[in-house]
């Protein structure tokens, strides 16, 4: 166990009700014990088992190695990261491990941005969104590694599962149709398999179409991807010649779980990437559920890693101004409070809709920053339904195929941390969301319960007899993570900004993993990396002060 130092502020997450609230208020405890190792403690990270080693994960591991490699700075930077989603705390994270001393601020009261959750009045949790996790995120896979909390990503069945709304089995349950990859072979085999086994979405011949279709893909890898974003899923499908009917079985779902529109939106980049991951990694398309909530269950822990690295949290920080000094660097930042916040150097993460709006009048022109006018956030909504009985036994992430909603899952069965064995909690991601937004909470419910009496034929029945509704909660995000229409790649930007000693990072931000929990974590190691680099280079004007933060 490791003893904090004294003065380091923490978040209450994890602790619950009015004892979290004064957590929060103390905000600067003498000390806390960790069961954490001391810094120095561990000289290299563990390495994921062999057997899932893939490159992209061995090229991680390398990659967060080099941060304790490198030589230790003879003067610490202080850095300001603004946020503390996954981007944010993947950067600070890394800037700790590199010998930094990062500043967290976080304008609301926990951890996890996009992944935040927390307790209702009945002590049951609400996220902002359904999350899963999948084999090809090797950031986020090498992170739990390094943080010890592996045991922590409940693996399911390497599977893909499609409802099949209105269908019923012989003895009236709900129907599911499944890609089924096979453990002994490896990819692409065992994706070929599943696809070319499963003959209830798709035929034969549309199979082979959609095949050909993506063998130019094939044949000329990620230069054509990239090329594809000028295109959306639907005009791709239709210049390569595959029939409607494959978009409408399989890509409409595909498209909502992937960014929570349509494919006649939806950039054929995005499909095409994730398919290269799917059939290039043995197990890619793999997904996992993480245990419990992820501010305490994640987050937490990677917080709790800088922290006893020297590295600080502050909570309700919510930063109203970027100060600039005459050469157009950052002075410091002005919070909601009035007071200001001083470093050496300065990453937002902030969302790119609030980035945009914080942007100095000075930086308008400039057209890196310019450029983020071409990126906008998606709604999308997340529903929880608490029912009074079971409503199915498949443990595992479903893809409803009903116009109203994406995927969704039984967090009762899926996560440990929600577990009941009697009574089944729904979470259901309600998309595309831009016509309902606006609508109450009760309309919204209301028509999700449409939905789901199609997809539970047997469980739930109009005339009240079936199973009831307990409660429910609608979390509603107007802004989510950007909108990948076609011809977005354009305008993200890479971490590195003109203005020397500010980086960006944030899954809007340019890196190979989409707008997701691994594109956030990537994109927090990319910018620690790029801040690193130019501190050995020199690049980053130092505040003259030894103790540059200051509130
Ligand atoms: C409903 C839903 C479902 C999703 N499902 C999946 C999934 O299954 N798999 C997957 O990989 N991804 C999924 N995602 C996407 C994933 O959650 C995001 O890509 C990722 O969490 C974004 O992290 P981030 O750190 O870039 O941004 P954010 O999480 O948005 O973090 C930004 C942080 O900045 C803070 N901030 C904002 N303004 C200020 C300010 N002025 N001052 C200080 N702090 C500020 C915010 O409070 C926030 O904590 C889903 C997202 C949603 C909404």
């Not at 405890?29 to 062999?50: N, Q, T, W």
């Not at 300065?346 to 057209?367: C, G």
């Not at 203005?499 to 990072?505: D, E, G, T």
């Amino acid at each position: 166990a490791f003893v904090l130092p004294p003065a380091t502020s923490f978040t209450g997450v994890g602790l619950s009700g009015s004892a979290r609230q004064s957590a929060i208020r103390r905000n600067g405890v003498s000390s806390m014990i960790f069961d954490f190792p001391a810094p120095g403690e561990r000289k290299d990270y563990p390495r994921p088992p062999l057997e899932e080693t893939s490159e992209n994960q061995r090229e991680s591991a390398a990659f967060s190695q080099a941060f304790l490699d490198m030589p230790r700075p003879e003067r610490p930077l202080k850095v300001a990261v603004i946020g503390a989603g996954l981007a944010g705390l993947s950067c600070a994270k890394y800037l700790s491990d590199a010998g930094h001393k990062p500043v967290v601020l976080e304008a609301r009261d926990v951890l996890g941005g996009k992944v935040a959750a927390w307790q209702d009045k009945d002590g049951d949790w609400v996220e902002t969104g359904l999350h899963i996790f999948f084999g090809a995120y090797p950031n986020v896979n090498q992170m739990f590694t390094e943080l010890g909390i592996r045991d922590r990503l409940q693996w399911k069945s390497h599977s893909m599962i499609f409802a099949m709304p209105g269908q019923q089995t012989a003895d009236g349950f709900q129907r599911f149709s499944r890609f089924e990859f096979p453990a002994l072979l490896p990819a692409p085999l065992n994706g070929l398999v599943a696809i070319l086994l499963n003959n209830e979405m798709l035929t034969f011949p549309e199979k082979i179409q959609f095949g050909i279709g993506l063998l130019p893909a094939i044949l000329f890898g990620q230069k054509y991807v990239e090329e594809c974003d000028s295109l959306t899923v639907s005009q791709w499908m239709k210049k390569q010649g595959v029939p409607d009917r494959v978009n409408d079985e399989v890509f409409i779902a595909m498209a909502k779980a992937l960014n929570f529109i349509d494919p006649e939106n939806l950039s054929m980049t995005v499909v095409l990437t994730a398919l290269n991951r799917f059939l290039q990694e043995t197990h890619g398309s793999k997904m996992a559920f993480l245990d419990g909530p992820p501010p305490t269950r994640l987050c937490q822990p990677m917080a709790d890693h800088m922290l006893a690295r020297g590295g600080e949290l502050r909570m309700e920080q919510r930063i109203s101004e970027i100060l600039l000094n005459d050469d157009k660097t950052v002075k410091g930042l002005k919070m909601q409070d009035g007071s200001t916040v001083v470093a050496d150097a300065y990453v937002s993460t902030m969302p790119v809709d609030i980035l945009k709006l914080a942007l100095p009048e000075a930086w308008r022109p400039m057209p890196y920053f310019e450029k983020l006018n071409g990126l906008n956030g998606v709604p999308v909504i997340n529903i929880h339904m608490w029912f009074d009985r079971k409503l199915t036994t498949v443990d595992h992430l479903l893809f409803s195929r009903s116009p109203l909603l994406s995927v969704y899952a039984d967090m009762s069965l899926t996560c440990k941390g929600y577990r009941d064995d009697d009574k089944s909690m729904l979470e259901l991601v309600f998309a595309p969301a831009k016509d309902w937004i606006g609508k109450s909470d009760e309309d919204i419910i209301e028509a999700t319960m449409g939905e789901l009496y199609r997809l539970f034929p047997n469980e739930l029945s109009k005339d009240g007899s079936g199973a009831k509704l307990l409660k429910s909660a609608v979390v509603k995000t107007p802004l989510s993570v950007y909108e990948a229409t076609a011809g977005r790649e354009l305008y993200r930007p890479v971490q590195t900004t003109p203005v020397s000693n500010f980086f960006l990072a944030g899954c809007f931000t340019k890196q190979k993993y989409l707008a997701s929990m691994e594109g956030a974590t990537f994109s927090g190691k990319l910018a620690a990396r790029a801040l690193c680099d130019a501190a050995i280079a020199g690049t980053v004007p130092l505040q003259k002060e030894s103790s540059a933060v200051a509130a």
